[in-house]
């Protein structure tokens, strides 16, 4: 695999051999006893005050379909913009949104891993093939608008995913697992400890010829399997600097492969991740961070009519640079506070070429793209007073849009539009408050209220796209989502393994970004007046001995606003938002790793359009997932996915249909030595 042009500027950062020639510097060398963690500081007690739910690494790893973005459906509120996983969905259709906030496929939640935002600088998109669920330890949602760190892309909420350590990874592990189609997954990780630190390396590899997405009755000669060939892997290391520091070091490489509906209508998706991060946990404890992405996407349009090549995204490098310094002075036990400087920045540019679909012959050459840059800086303090816990916080960001560029040239490669779009930048203030309180007998009340910003992204901004038959167009004009929301609700543990969450909700997205419909088979991106939802999360989870039981549910009530050209919105559901989401799993543990799994999700009914028109039918499906040990260190897996076979539509273009995953039976082996 060649890297992308944007793998540049990660040779030329800077950010990454400073903080490592820092870092001696900065340690007091004691020489007492030293304990590395891999993580950042304690999570902050504020989060307590918010709707938040945690994935450990054994409820994860119970999945079907091996897919960390199906584990995550589990979770009241997460939604990516289709139904489709990350083996048969155009990777830009993979943001993630919560509480029905979407309007488009960028994520209005943000993604960190290791405190780390992963969400692709140009498109927005989480590339969820390059983070597999045995590498990670845990993933926690926060719900509502985020002022922390990097808090300016959190408008619908926080994703936060922690990898695994030694301490809850074997030294060595390797899985391999075939399907009934002869699809293969095949990882392996090696976990040793080096002296008072250890080191982490792990990969994965996914190919397989995939399933059909399109129903039979649509299928022409040109339909193909949805073929998917992926890889990724990692490489972490955490040693110690005397004293409270600690140094973590991070690098992840992927590359993807997808073929969705027609023979040649093939995406490509890459990237190269490193970070260097800095953790001081003395009486000034302190989270120094600095982090660079180099990726690139690459796709193939096919027409529907002629299954020609209409338009041809050759490459689309982008780069993300960013770093964060968050200090916590040394307050009393009553006090929490946090005091930090983030800094983001995105650029990236296309290069497409569009063809005739009847001829074949090349009739536009397009290139755009441009910067956007986020600087924020944030407080955040909370109070004890006795069972009453109170927090705030408080964001600055200073943000531009930059360079904005469009150039498109004729065959003959004379230029017919060069549009140089002008600068914009300006100053954001969000806050957060909330309050919880602890009544006794396992029953605490909460209540918050926040705002938030997120930045249209470059894709947003500067790339059209086509779903065949429906072009949509970018638009360099969008201004800033705002939101505004409050939720209120209850957390009630009446006995040891017994927990009980109950939320209310609502928030309002202003200048929310939405693909209107502007003519036939037509589209643009626009900010409409708001996006609306409330609603209400349950979850639930019961602990009896060897059975687990725990299910989740959310209901919402999504409503666009528009006026002028999109007043035809106004009470309409956002596209791919349904009303209501349920998950529900029953466990059963026996011995030394042995578990049975069951899941079953329902999904209702949702549109595929923001008028309303392309309906996407209600779905149920049921999952099943054992792991039996065997012998020694080794277990055997065994999945089914949709043991069922229903029919899950992802999408419904007039009319053209596309399905999610049939039934799949998965076998597996997977071996482990060491501790």
């Known amino acids: 695999m060649m890297p992308p042009r944007s793998f540049r500027p990660f040779c030329r950062s800077a950010a990454l051999p400073l903080l490592l020639a820092a870092a001696p510097a900065l340690a007091d060398g004691d020489g007492g006893e030293i304990v590395v963690t891999g993580q950042g500081l304690d999570p902050s007690t504020l989060l307590e005050a918010y709707s938040a739910s945690e994935l450990r690494r054994d409820r994860t790893a119970a999945s079907a379909s091996g897919r960390i973005e199906d584990a995550l459906a589990s979770l009241a509120g997460f939604q990516q913009f289709r139904r489709s996983d990350s083996r048969s969905a155009n990777p830009t259709a993979q943001g993630v949104t919560l509480r029905g906030l979407g309007g488009n ?6 993604v960190l891993l290791d405190g780390v935002p992963v969400s692709d600088p140009f498109f927005g998109h989480v590339p969820f093939s390059a983070l597999p669920m045995e590498r990670l330890e845990r993933a926690t949602l926060l719900r509502g608008g985020g002022s922390g760190p990097f808090g300016a892309g959190a408008v619908a909420g926080t994703l936060d995913l922690a990898s695994a350590n030694p301490a809850g990874l074997p030294l060595g592990e390797a899985s391999l697992a075939v399907n009934d189609r002869g699809e293969s997954e ?7 400890r080096l002296g008072q630190g250890f080191a982490v390396i792990s990969g994965r590899w996914d190919r397989g010829q995939g399933f059909w997405t399109t129903p039979v009755s649509q299928r022409v000669p040109a339909s193909v399997r949805a ?9 972490r290391g955490v040693v110690p600097l005397g004293g409270d520091l600690e140094l973590q070091a991070r690098a992840l490489l992927f590359d993807d492969h997808r073929t969705l509906r027609f023979a040649g209508a093939d995406s490509t998706s890459s990237g190269q991740d490193a970070s260097l991060r800095l953790v001081g946990r003395g009486a000034w404890q302190f989270d120094l961070l600095g982090y660079v992405q180099a990726r690139d996407f690459t796709n193939v349009v096919i027409s529907s009519t002629s299954f020609r090549k209409t338009l041809d995204q050759r490459a689309t490098p982008s780069t993300g640079l960013g770093g964060k310094l968050e200090l916590r002075p040394p307050v009393d036990a009553a006090h929490s506070l946090r005091l930090g400087i983030d800094w983001r ?3 990236g540019e296309l290069s497409e070429v569009a063809y005739n679909a009847n001829t074949g012959a090349v009739t536009a050459r397009r290139s755009a793209g441009g910067t956007n840059d986020d600087l924020g800086f944030y407080a955040e303090h909370d109070r004890t007073l006795g069972p009453l816990r109170l927090t705030a916080s408080a964001r600055l960001d200073r943000w531009s849009v930059r360079d904005g560029r469009f150039t498109e040239a004729n065959a003959a490669g004379a230029v017919t539009t060069d549009n140089r779009f002008a600068d914009r930048s300006g100053w954001t203030g969000s806050l957060r408050g909330g309050a919880l309180l602890d009544v006794g007998a396992g029953l605490t009340l909460r209540a918050s209220a926040y705002s938030g910003l997120r930045q249209p992204t470059l894709n947003e ?26 939720e209120a609700g209850v957390d009630w543990r009446p006995a040891p393994g017994v927990q009980l969450d109950l939320t209310a909700y609502d928030n309002r997205v202003r200048q929310a970004i939405a693909n209107v419909t502007i003519a036939a088979n037509l589209r643009e991106r626009r900010n409409i007046d708001a996006v609306r939802a409330r609603g209400i999360e349950a979850a639930a989870r019961v602990t009896l001995g060897a059975l687990e039981w725990d299910g989740a549910l959310s209901w919402t009530d999504a409503r666009m606003e528009g006026s002028g050209a999109s007043a035809a919105l106004t009470g309409k ?5 349904p009303e209501w989401a349920a998950s529900t799993t029953l466990a059963w543990r026996w011995g030394q790793g042995g578990l049975l799994a069951g899941t079953v999700r329902h999904t209702s009914a949702q549109f595929e359009d923001d008028l309303g028109i392309d309906v996407l039918p209600a779905a149920t499906t049921l999952d099943l997932w054992a792991n039996v040990p065997l012998s020694g260190r080794a277990s055997l897996i065994l999945r089914a996915e949709n043991v ?6 992802t999408r419904n273009q007039g009319g ?3 399905l999610g995953a049939p039934r799949t039976l998965w076998a597996g082996l997977r071996f482990s030595i060491g501790r």
């Open 573 to 577: 559901r956002p596209a791919q938002v």
């Open 644 to 649: 069922t076979d229903a029919e899950v539509w």
């Open 227 to 235: 073929r998917f060939d992926s890889w990724s892997t990692s490489l």
């Open 105 to 110: 496929a960028s994520s209005r939640t943000l």
């Open 461 to 486: 901004l500067y790339r059209p796209f086509v779903v065949f038959p429906v072009t949509t167009r970018a638009n360099a004009t969008l201004g800033n989502e705002r939101l505004r929301g409050f």
């Open 345 to 347: 920045r995105a650029s």
């Open 186 to 192: 095949i990882g392996a990780s090696i976990a040793p």
């Open 656 to 658: 053209s249909i596309d």
